[in-house]
């Protein structure tokens, strides 16, 4: 009899364990989250939404907060993406973190040129820096956790990224960003950005900039390191070593981009600049009919690897999210090389959950 009621306790433990997601266990430590695309955000998915409620605490669009996006003309802002994410997370239960204000990529050409289409001016680019600022966190106020900023701003060895913001403003375009989205909304954190985070020389210069922004006396809560590895990059040492840096310059650690690409790297392929595109072959995509066990493996491994590190220095890291939910939707479809079929995240193409998912929230119990 005794035998019998200990059966049964263990699995009704064991059915109750089956029934966490990740926010129940990883988010005792830090916020889990992930990006969600405009269909998704618009309710036109509907598997996305039990995913959401289950598994996250926190959400971040994909594009529709991007500049282009939100400002597509001057003066004319477009916010129904945006709003339907923000109505998204509010019925769902997350808090959103805006992504992002200032960035070279996705910015609209008008925001860096004059009437005549000459470079504008140091003065009218700040003048649109402040602008698009205030009128989007303004917009927001009180109901987005955090911004980010500025992203990417460095190259891998640490100069600074000629930009237009940098070409035509100089390196105080970010002290600028970041004062702007502070008297917008004084209460949000805000963030710095950026990619390929365990090069030394990015990794020095961001905590040169987290240390400027300090004496300027700007708010700065966290840096965001992007996070999208690959089955032998980055090295783990180097990354661990960064999470590290940052936190030793007083701000949090974000994970804020993480998934994993598992297919083969075209020539001369590196980080994770969006601008990167390669002609298509089909020894570079070959897992369209289904992905091998000893792959999946591979990639259950360097997953399990990265949320250890996590897991250790969660009383450094915010935030995790991942970019995208299932495997169909994520952006490494068709990044650096259109047209491939990915495996980088936690849920595959029908939204069921992968084993991973199981094996991280066993790792953090």
Not at 14 to 41: C, M, P, R, Y
Not at 51 to 72: D, G, T
Not at 336 to 352: A, E, H, K, V
Request: charged share 25%; net charge neutral.
């Amino acid at each position: 009899m005794k035998k019998i009621c200990i059966t049964g306790f263990l699995a009704m433990a064991l059915a109750v364990h089956a029934q966490d997601g990740l926010k129940d266990v990883l988010g005792e430590h830090f916020l889990i989250g992930t990006s969600l695309n405009q269909w998704q955000s618009a309710g036109r998915e509907k598997r996305v939404v039990p995913i959401v409620r289950k598994h996250f605490n926190s959400v971040v669009a994909e594009n529709c907060m991007k500049p282009e996006a939100l400002q597509p003309t001057e003066s004319v802002f477009t916010f129904k993406a945006a709003d339907e994410l923000m109505e998204f997370a509010r019925r769902n239960g997350q808090s959103v973190v805006g992504h992002c204000l200032v960035w070279h990529s996705q910015t609209p050409p008008w925001f860096f040129t004059d009437k005549e289409g000459k470079p504008a001016t140091r003065e009218q680019l700040i003048a649109r820096i402040r602008s698009h600022i205030h009128t989007v966190v303004g917009r927001y106020k009180g109901q987005v956790r955090g911004w980010d900023v500025v992203n990417e701003a460095f190259e891998d060895d640490g100069s600074w990224r000629r930009s237009p913001f940098y070409r035509i403003i100089g390196e105080d375009f970010i002290e600028i960003a970041f004062k702007a989205a502070h008297e917008a909304d004084p209460d949000a954190e805000l963030y710095y950005n950026d990619y390929s985070m365990s090069a030394p020389g990015r990794r020095d210069a961001v905590c040169r900039l987290v240390r400027r922004l300090k004496a300027a006396g700007c708010r700065i809560d966290a840096v965001g390191m992007q996070s999208h590895c690959g089955l032998d990059y980055p090295d783990l040492k180097a990354y661990e070593a960064s999470i590290d840096s940052f936190a030793a310059c007083g701000v949090k650690v974000m994970i804020t981009e993480l998934d994993l690409n598992i297919l083969p790297a075209p020539e001369n392929f590196s980080g994770a600049a969006i601008d990167q595109n390669f002609a298509y072959g089909e020894k570079l995509d070959p897992y369209t009919k289904g992905l091998p066990d000893s792959v999946a493996s591979l990639t259950e491994k360097r997953y399990l690897e990265l949320f250890d590190i996590y897991r250790r220095h969660s009383h450094q890291i915010s935030r995790v999210n991942l970019w995208g939910i299932s495997d169909g939707d994520s952006w490494l479809n068709n990044w650096p090389i259109q047209g491939r079929t990915s495996y980088p995240l936690l849920f595959d193409r029908m939204y069921q959950e992968k084993p991973i998912i199981h094996q991280i929230i066993n790792l953090f119990k």
